[in-house]
């Protein structure tokens, strides 16, 4: 009898903690159309920007929250500032020639709201990692890499839009 009320008291406990967890989105009916123009790229990966916006759009596609709309309530504005690639390692084959190399991306994106005519969050930095192999194309290995990076930027930027606090004015 005392394992079943404890049972019981637990179950309880349980159900309370979860009473005021939700599964629907915080972000205003309102707010839920949005424009991802393509980024500006000031990189040297030719056509990370268009990369960048198009990931950032299906994975807000994905989520479901937001709708992509050409009369949107929210603009996600964004610039490529910069890639990089880093030398990792030797080629073990070939001592003279690298193979292994570490791909940073640095993006800023800035979400304007477009009915009240003010940023949300303005030029919020954004970096992005991935590792590449190449042998002889390295240009050709960063272009293959850079949707990886922009998958990975495109989660962070939409992951923020949802965990922002809606019930702020200002919006940080």
């Given amino acids: 009898m005392k394992i079943m009320n404890a049972c019981i008291a637990a179950a ?4 309370a ?10 972000v205003p009916e309102d707010m839920r159309t949005v424009d991802v123009p393509v980024f500006r790229n000031e ?8 990369e960048m916006s198009a990931q950032v759009a299906r994975e807000l596609q994905r989520e479901g ?27 073990r084959m070939n001592a003279t020639r690298n193979g292994e190399y570490v791909m940073t991306a640095v993006v800023e994106v800035s979400l304007v709201d477009k009915k009240a005519g003010r940023t949300l969050f303005d030029a919020r ?9 190449a042998d002889f194309d390295l240009v050709g290995a960063e272009r293959a890499a850079a949707g ?7 989660r962070q930027v939409v992951d923020d839009m949802l965990h922002r606090d809606w019930t702020k004015g200002d919006g940080k």
């Fill in 12 to 15: 309880a406990l349980f159900a």
């Fill in 17 to 26: 903690g979860c009473a005021s967890y939700s599964w629907k989105a915080s």
């Fill in 43 to 50: 990189s040297s990966v030719t056509e990370l920007g268009g």
């Fill in 65 to 91: 929250t937001f709708t992509l709309s050409t009369e949107p309530a929210i603009e996600v504005q964004g610039v490529v500032k910069s890639v990089t690639t880093m030398s990792r390692g030797l080629d």
């Fill in 125 to 133: 930095r954004y970096v992005s990692r991935t590792t590449i192999y």
């Fill in 148 to 154: 990886r990076l922009a998958e990975q930027i495109a």
